[in-house]
């Protein structure tokens, strides 16, 4: 049965059916009846309309793209660092001692790889936009340690290769981060909101991943405002430069790991899980390569080495195992 035809018959629209004659006389009734209910029967069909669905905001492809091109730079830092940590008088922009110092370096650009590639892949912005804010944030500060620095670095070197890295460092860290903040204007400008949120992390997660924001970003600052003072604490020799360097990449990871936290949904921290997953192993394979460096004998070096381990799992549950993760 036709249901727009209420006598039951077949279709046809000069049948009217007791009830559709009924309703026709009440909405095209004369008077005080007509105008009260006819703009109820005028209103009814456009209530009944379902409304436009909500607009998701997406990943610009401007944004897409500078994420690609900033895993492909970070790629190569680490190349240089990763295979050359004891020449980086040759083939860096500045030198670095002790060796396992560049080797830290090295690992952490290459962590920095799979945050900006995952990042890159997604096609929402809130699922996204957790790698964003930290890549800023230690590009600008280092590129702060390369100006008050400015005389360690290779600029005048005699070896071609040393110097032109010294230029390309400083031009990179000189336009990555004003690139950035015009592709994020853009990139925060665009029409949308964010999705409903999905599965929150478990109360342990959470706790676990605020705790190493904090320690990070509190460390971090730390080796970027008072070196001098903060360095000797670390687990192995450092200079003013490089205590700056890495205090760079401790405040840039732990603002991620907050930002991760706040989201507090398991779908939209899936690029540090990539970072954190490949921070901990890589810095792991680099104190195996230099194992004497390392100050056994202070708390420090225990502290760094219990940090790690604590950093894998994070990273390894969010990626293959998320519902672990989740608050059920």
Not at 28 to 50: D, K, N, Q, T, Y
Not at 107 to 128: C, F, T
Not at 167 to 187: D, E, K, R
Not at 212 to 229: E, H, K, R, T, Y
Request: aromatic share 12%.
């Amino acid at each position: 049965m036709d249901p727009t035809d209420w006598t039951g018959g077949p279709r046809n629209p000069d049948a009217q059916g007791p009830l559709r004659t009924y309703l026709a006389g009440i909405c095209g009734g004369r008077g005080r009846r007509r105008s009260l209910i006819g703009e109820v029967c005028v209103a009814a069909p456009i209530m009944s309309e379902p409304g436009p669905a909500p607009v998701v905001r997406p990943v610009i492809a401007p944004m897409r793209w500078l994420l690609y091109a900033a895993s492909t730079l970070v790629f190569l830092a680490g190349l240089q660092l990763t295979v050359f940590p004891e020449q980086t008088d040759t083939y860096f922009a500045w030198t670095i001692t002790p060796p396992l110092t560049a080797a830290f370096l090295g690992a952490a650009y290459w962590a920095a790889v799979p945050v900006e590639l995952i990042a890159a892949r997604q096609k929402i912005w809130a699922r996204a936009r957790v790698a964003v804010p930290a890549i800023w944030l230690f590009t600008t500060l280092t590129l702060v340690a390369t100006l008050l620095h400015f005389g360690k670095f290779h600029f005048s070197s005699p070896i071609a290769s040393a110097q032109g890295a010294a230029w390309f460092w400083l031009a990179i860290y000189v336009g990555v981060p004003v690139v950035m903040l015009l592709i994020g204007w853009l990139q925060i400008r665009t029409p949308g909101g964010d999705p409903p949120r999905g599965p929150a992390a478990a109360t342990w997660m959470r706790a676990l991943v605020l705790g190493q924001g904090v320690g990070m970003l509190a460390f971090g600052v730390g080796l970027s405002a008072i070196p001098d003072i903060i360095a000797p604490s670390w687990p192995w020799p450092l200079t003013t430069l490089t205590a700056r360097a890495i205090g760079a990449w401790l405040i840039g990871i732990g603002v991620a790991a907050l930002h991760a936290n706040r989201e507090n949904d398991v779908s939209r921290i899936r690029p540090l899980a990539g970072g954190y997953t490949a921070f901990a192993v890589l810095e792991l394979v680099a104190i195996s390569r230099y194992p004497g460096t390392m100050n056994w004998c202070t708390p420090s070096a225990w502290v760094y080495l219990a940090f790690l381990l604590s950093v894998l799992p994070v990273g390894l549950l969010t990626l293959f195992r998320p519902r672990w993760v989740e608050k059920h």
